[in-house]
């Protein structure tokens, strides 16, 4: 018999240069635990969209939810304004604070060696450059997962990352943040700052900064101690 209550659902959401599918190793484990499980697919387009479109997810279920956020999408489940949402997830993701911007918080710390030169093109959108899933995205990842990455990956607009926070949902929800220690994209000090900052309660684990791709047991299991804690019967 489930913990949770019949309606009580995680709502994931991905971050730049992926899509829905970056859950796929998460959704079933959460499912089996008795979780319904939805995922945002969001436009990449600005911050206002992205919000937009969680919201209209989120408006598909009929209970309690847990927000969860990678990298850039920290952003958006704290920028909604759903009351059903209970908890935010944080996994190695970005939690920029009101007026703040996602660059701002991104660029706190110097890059990591192997992380990427991010440039937009000639109409405003970040594209991962060549290499850089295996080297910073995912390099723990096979070669043949990361080339799969490389082949759908969907671009993010300079608008997202320029767009300032409005205030966040961190200040009134409880959070959860998995920080990556081998993260090559967001620097594992700024996820501490953020994660101290926000008064996350903070787990942490030896994994690059896409742990649903590479060992997503501990993705599923900060999920569900956050749903146990805040939607359980």
């Not at 937009?52 to 309690?64: E, I, M």
């Not at 043949?144 to 990956?153: L, R, S």
Request: net charge neutral.
């Amino acid at each position: 018999m489930s913990a949770f209550p019949e309606n009580a659902a995680a709502v994931l959401v991905h971050g730049a240069w992926a899509d829905s599918s970056c859950w796929r190793s998460v959704i079933l484990p959460l499912e089996k635990q008795g979780l319904r499980v939805t995922c945002a697919p969001i436009p990449l387009t600005s911050l206002s969209d992205d919000v937009a479109a969680l919201n209209r997810t989120v408006a598909r279920t009929s209970g309690p939810v847990v927000l969860v956020g990678h990298a850039y999408a920290g952003a958006v489940i704290a920028a909604t304004t759903e009351k059903r949402a209970k908890a935010l997830v944080y996994i190695a993701a970005l939690a920029p604070d009101e007026d703040e911007t996602v660059a701002k918080v991104f660029y706190r710390e110097s890059a990591h060696p192997e992380a990427p030169k991010l440039a937009p093109d000639a109409d405003g959108w970040l594209w991962m450059p060549e290499g850089g899933f295996q080297r910073a995205v995912a390099h723990k990842a096979s070669a043949e997962q990361t080339k799969v990455m490389d082949a759908i990956q969907r671009p993010i607009s300079v608008q997202c990352i320029q767009e300032p926070a409005p205030t966040p949902l961190w200040k009134s929800k409880p959070s959860w943040f998995l920080i990556a220690e081998e993260d090559r994209m967001i620097h594992p000090k700024t996820q501490r700052f953020m994660a101290e900052r926000m008064g996350a309660t903070t787990r942490c684990h030896p994994v690059d900064h896409t742990p649903m791709y590479t060992q997503p047991a501990p993705v599923v299991d900060v999920i569900l101690e956050a749903a146990r804690q805040t939607l359980s019967k």
